[in-house]
């Protein structure tokens, strides 16, 4: 375990690489799910649906010569496009309706990825593969790589001011002792593991030509997901934001103001729901091959449980849920090279048991997750 | 014709197992107030349990019933621990929901670890498939069928006739108002929870009559079962029957539509701008048409066609 946060060996340093790809993507996945549920109260239980539309729209649209950027455009537009179907339809209505016709949204997309042939008349359910890769041709020179490294500790460096003037301001109002201690703690783990990312990424752009594929992306979904980040925090932030969040404390309060809820609701699932898509367009670049099983409901609990535990309603919490996601299905994989003897399916299914236990416990005593705001996501309750 | 014919039969077995879990969703939602995103998943449990009582040895009928006494009293133990201090709490509709699909996929996946994820078949004589002027109807069927008319029945005189059946009707009409004519509101939750459960569990069970026993059977079904509530509006027990037998019927036709139409489906699947809702009419795509009832009744008549009491 601890060898993931020291280590210099070339097969960890690689390893964590992937593990901040992934990180990356799933929080894009989860700052996406957290503009609709956090923000606006809509239950998405369709995410799968959307990440396979953007990653499928992507992948065909580049097969076919389509330049990355824009078929990845296409591909998040599409997903927006699915959500604004999908709210036509329930947004009027109770709000449950939204969470059914996903579900059942997901599951055809699924079986339309899985019945019919997208590429070259080939059946869907052998899956895609074979498609381009962001920068995997590109030939950075030093001053390029030293450009790329700059990007990215900056990305590192702002998070890590942004923990630390956090940090400052709760060691503020905290007054036991006790509680300084583990607040010191929390934010010097944090810190750690920011620094420890930094200097990850900061060796594999300066050796991008090692592993051009997993540094390209590497590079490109840190910097997607900071993006994304920033457009969030903005957007929830403006007053388009403080509509959404009355909309999901009290919907009459926000009609009655003569705010057209619909629209802002429509607005929130097909914003959430672009974010999504382009997610999903990293997601297929990360499996470098889609295949329909990669689309099933499990992915979109995975999401949910990233979003919930961190804190719905609050962006760094979702970060930060994405990260403690990753650690924790690490975490479980090593534990099937302890038990060698379990089928891999029953790990997968011990894990999902833990994942709706620990969903329900959430919801139970601690809705606002690690970070959210429990004043706010519960107010008048 | 015969393809059209042999399509709606299949539809009526599969509506009548639909019919008592539509039901049970139905009570669920209206009465308590709960969407239930579980209960395809108690479906799944009932099916799983008479799976391993059949595994003992102990007769079909026996271990169905036997499985769904255990349902039932799965479904009282979330009450007690789960739901019961949730509506005590007030919260809110929307974290219910998310409550109870932390719940689906705390069954779904007990059942996979339990009992494997590959599908399984009860332990039963090879039932012998009945062929009336062409049309086979699988021996099962007809006890599906009978099955289902015999708790339809039995919930009927229990609703129309009993003073549990009245009272629950009161509750789903106004809570707040049944409870100061002095109604045990609390009884009538214990036993809105045995008769759901109860269908709930009987429906799996016999859903594993016509189908092959797997951990994502009751999953599957969350989406035609709540078009069908929805269909025949929130709450009306008799609505949902008839909400559920259409759906079904529409699946199962849609699923028989390449055989009923022959040569001419080919042709019409040929021509680019009607292959969607060519396509949509097959066995691939069960899923898609309730998916596409849900939406057009949403769209059309979301207060469902009967009078519910949401």
């Known amino acids: 375990m601890f060898s993931y946060l020291f280590s210099f060996d070339s097969g960890i340093l690689t390893y964590v690489s992937f593990l901040i ?5 799933y929080a894009m996945l989860g700052l996406g799910l957290n503009l609709q549920w956090g923000f606006t109260g809509l239950i998405n239980f369709g995410v799968a649906g959307f990440v396979a539309v953007g990653a499928y729209g992507t992948v065909v649209l580049s097969m076919r010569g389509v330049p990355l950027p824009i078929a990845m455009m296409v591909g998040g537009l599409l997903a927006a496009i699915f959500g604004l179907g999908l709210g036509i339809a329930t ?18 997309v699924r079986l339309v990825i899985n019945n019919e042939s997208l590429v070259d008349g080939k059946p869907g359910a052998i899956g895609i593969n074979g498609f381009p890769l962001p920068l995997a041709n590109f030939r950075p020179d030093i001053f390029t790589r030293y450009g790329m490294v700059l990007l990215l500790t900056g990305v590192f460096g702002l998070a890590l001011w942004k923990l630390g003037d956090w940090g400052r301001r709760r060691l503020g109002s905290v007054r036991e002792s006790k509680n300084k201690v583990w607040l010191t703690a929390v934010t010097g783990v944090g810190a750690l593991v920011l620094v420890r990312a930094d200097v990850v990424v900061t060796m594999a752009m300066l050796n991008f030509r090692d592993n051009q594929v997993v540094n390209g992306l590497l590079f490109c979904s840190v910097l997607m997901a900071a993006l994304v980040f920033l457009l969030v925090e903005t957007l929830v932030r403006s007053p388009w934001g403080r509509v959404l969040k009355a909309i999901r404390e009290d919907e009459e309060v926000a009609k009655a103001l003569g705010k ?15 974010i999504t898509g382009i997610a999903g367009a990293f997601y297929a670049w990360q499996q470098s091959n889609v295949y329909p099983d990669n689309f099933k409901s499990d992915l979109t609990f995975n999401v949910w449980i990233l979003m919930v535990l961190g804190g719905a309603g609050s962006n760094p919490g979702v970060a930060i849920g994405a990260a403690i996601f990753w650690i924790y299905t690490t975490l479980t994989r090593d534990l099937s090279k302890l038990f060698p003897m379990i089928p891999t399916s029953q790990i997968d299914a011990f894990r999902m048991v833990f994942i709706g236990l620990l969903l329900i416990g959430l919801m139970v005593w601690r809705p606002q997750g690690l970070l959210g705001n429990r004043a706010e996501l519960t107010l008048g309750k | 014709m015969e393809q059209l014919i042999q399509s709606v039969v299949n539809g009526l077995s599969l509506g009548s197992i639909m019919a008592l879990s539509a039901i049970a969703l139905t009570l669920t939602y209206g009465i308590l107030r709960l969407s239930n995103f579980a209960h395809g998943d108690f479906m799944t449990l009932g099916a799983y349990l008479t799976l391993l009582f059949n595994s003992f040895g102990l007769n079909i009928w026996v271990a169905m019933v036997l499985s769904t006494l255990c349902v039932i009293g799965f479904a009282l133990f979330t009450e007690q621990i789960l739901w019961a201090r949730m509506r005590r709490g007030r919260t809110t509709s929307t974290t219910l929901i998310i409550i109870s699909i932390g719940l689906a996929l705390t069954l779904r996946n007990s059942i996979i670890l339990f009992w494997g994820a590959g599908p399984q078949n009860y332990d039963l004589r090879i039932s012998e498939t009945l062929n009336i002027s062409g049309i086979r109807v699988p021996f099962n069927s007809f006890v599906v069928m009978g099955m289902a008319i015999a708790a339809i029945g039995l919930l009927h005189w229990v609703l129309q006739y009993t003073k549990v059946g009245k009272a629950m009707r009161a509750v789903a009409d106004d809570i ?16 809105t929870w045995v008769l759901s459960a109860g269908l709930t569990g009987l429906a799996g069970s016999m859903l594993g009559l016509l189908e092959k026993v797997n951990p994502n059977m009751g999953w599957f079904m969350i989406l035609p079962l709540f078009a069908s509530v929805i269909l025949g509006g929130i709450g009306n027990p008799y609505g949902a029957i008839v909400g559920a037998f259409i759906i079904a019927i529409a699946q199962e036709v849609g699923a028989g539509m390449s055989q009923t139409l022959g040569p001419l489906y080919v042709t019409l699947l040929k021509n680019s701008f009607l292959y969607p809702i060519v396509r949509l009419m097959s066995a691939d795509y069960k899923i898609g048409i309730a998916l596409v009832i849900m939406v057009l009744v949403l769209l059309f008549k979301p207060q469902g066609l009967f009078r519910g009491t949401m």
């Open chain 1, 91 to 108: 947004l009027r209505l109770r709000e449950d309706y939204l969470a059914i016709v996903t579900i059942g949204a997901a599951e055809l």
């Open chain 1, 21 to 25: 790809t992934n990180i990356a993507i």
């Open chain 1, 260 to 274: 057209n809820v619909f629209s802002y609701k429509l607005q929130s699932l097909m914003i959430g729901g672009f």
């Open chain 2, 176 to 191: 707040d108002l049944a409870r100061v004519t002095g109604i045990d509101v609390d009884r009538v939750v214990v036993w």
